[in-house]
């Protein structure tokens, strides 16, 4: 299983970007994917994720409604449209193949394994 993150950059509060999760072979015939970011000394959090199955979508609340996650399947992408940036947004994001799991009204996604790539930096400033 190999994905790669690609598009991040620098850029203004209020400003957006467009990052891309590029798959190998059928994992996104086989697995949702998630994001996930990391802020310097902070622990990793999900973002957003997609299921394989229905395209179900899934937001983290701090991100709801200015980022939306979508897929290509013929392009063997997965894409984080992130709009109205904050600062608050800057961390490494990072995507990978995730379960999803519904408890209590509550959704939650999980990395399969530990295996994270490289990420993609995003910087917002104020």
């Known amino acids: 299983v190999q994905l790669v993150e690609s598009g991040g950059g620098l850029v203004q509060a209020g400003g957006s970007l467009r990052l891309s999760c590029g798959a190998s072979?059928?994992?996104?015939?086989?697995?949702?994917i998630g994001w996930f970011r990391q802020a310097p000394g902070k622990a990793r959090e999900g973002v957003s994720c997609?299921?394989?199955?229905?395209?179900?979508?899934y937001y983290a609340e701090s991100v709801k409604g200015r980022f939306t996650i979508s897929s290509d399947n013929a392009e063997n992408t997965v894409y984080l449209q992130m709009n109205k940036l904050k600062p608050e947004d800057t961390g490494v994001y990072y995507c990978?193949?995730?379960?999803?799991?519904?408890?209590?009204?509550?959704?939650?996604?999980?990395?399969?394994?530990?295996?994270w790539g490289q990420g993609t930096q995003v910087t917002v400033s104020s």
């Open positions: 990978a193949p995730v379960r999803i799991l519904i408890v209590g009204g509550r959704t939650t996604w999980h990395p399969i394994d530990q295996h």
């Open positions: 072979g059928s994992i996104l015939d086989d697995y949702a």
């Open positions: 997609i299921s394989h199955s229905d395209g179900s979508t």
